[in-house]
């Protein structure tokens, strides 16, 4: 089987830490694709690194709702208690938090493309072990990337 698949991967310093993020085209339209980024709770059913997500509120997400994610990064087993700092359906959410003295900041866009979706993936990572957060944040936003790819395309 052959995938038109559209795949930028970057890794670079900025002047507040490290930067890195994963982009990919996903052949639905945004509205699908936000369907599945939406449902955190189930990420750790076709996502092998995340173990766990738990909404902390049962409001709906907004800026400033909680998550506790528990994910397995470079061999290491990562509890980190998240805030949602910015949050549009269907096009941008954006959270922070601390694990292992090192800030992190995670961003996941969506971007309508003639009829596809652009999904990037990312994070900001600054503090003591910023650069190992961000080697492994690098490799669990390209599985995302891939992951959210094959589970809206029927790939599974």
């Not at 699908?32 to 709770?41: H, P, R, Y």
């Amino acid at each position: 089987m052959i995938y038109n698949i559209l795949y930028d991967t970057t890794s670079r310093r900025s002047l507040t830490g490290m930067r890195f993020e994963s982009s990919i085209d996903i052949n639905a339209p945004t509205k699908k694709v936000w369907a599945l980024i939406d449902k955190l709770e189930e990420w750790p059913q076709w996502m092998p690194s995340i173990k766990k997500i738990e909404r902390l509120s049962k409001e709906p997400l907004t800026a400033g709702s909680q998550l506790s994610v528990t994910a397995k990064v470079s061999g290491l087993r990562v509890k980190l208690l998240m805030t949602i700092t910015e949050f549009v359906p269907e096009r941008n959410v954006v959270m922070q938090g601390q694990a292992l003295g090192t800030n992190l900041t995670r961003f996941y866009t969506l971007e309508p493309v003639n009829g596809k979706t652009k999904v990037t993936i990312g994070g900001d990572v600054s503090g003591a072990l910023a650069w190992l957060a961000c080697r492994g944040g690098q490799k669990v936003s390209a599985e995302i990337a891939q992951a959210v790819k094959k589970k809206v395309e029927g790939r599974e």
